[in-house]
């Protein structure tokens, strides 16, 4: 396989950058302690600035975005409510003291089973999107 002129300089380069790291390592090591720490400082300083100037700037891109925000937080606080509803359960009171609350469950097992499948998917919200807007197809 034939290597190109490109990959034998960047070979050369990176020799390079290893015997002067190296060198700097074994002879001047509070320069090399001085480089790094202005680095990070200067890292910093350019992350801190992108956080709080410009990261401030740029709001949410579309209004289809905030809506699916609100939707989420519809959605995250109805199923708080329905956990702290089922958190506190009602009391039941056993109208026949002969059967036991084992008996009266074995009996309404049937029941309660179809009473979950004919829940409602009310938590979901529907975000309306781009309906008359067609796409440009090409036709072959």
């Known amino acids: 396989m034939r290597r190109s002129f490109v990959t034998y300089v ?34 910093i300083i350019f992350y801190l600035v992108y956080r709080f100037v410009l990261g401030r700037r740029q709001p949410s891109s579309s209004p289809y975005d905030r809506k699916y925000a609100q939707a989420v937080k ?4 109805r199923l708080r409510e329905r956990e702290k509803a089922k958190v ?4 039941r009171m056993i109208k026949n003291p002969k059967i036991t609350p084992i008996q009266g469950k074995a009996k309404n097992l049937g029941q309660s089973f179809t009473k979950e499948r004919k829940r409602s998917s009310s938590h979901l919200t529907v975000i309306e999107g781009k309906k008359g807007k067609k796409k440009n197809r ?3």
């Open 138 to 140: 090409a036709l072959f």
């Open 74 to 77: 519809q959605s995250k606080s």
């Open 88 to 91: 506190k359960p009602k009391k």
């Open 10 to 43: 960047v070979y050369a380069v990176i020799t390079l950058g290893v015997v002067g790291f190296l060198y700097t390592i074994l002879f001047e090591p509070g320069s090399l302690l001085r480089s790094i720490g202005t680095i990070f400082f200067f890292l």
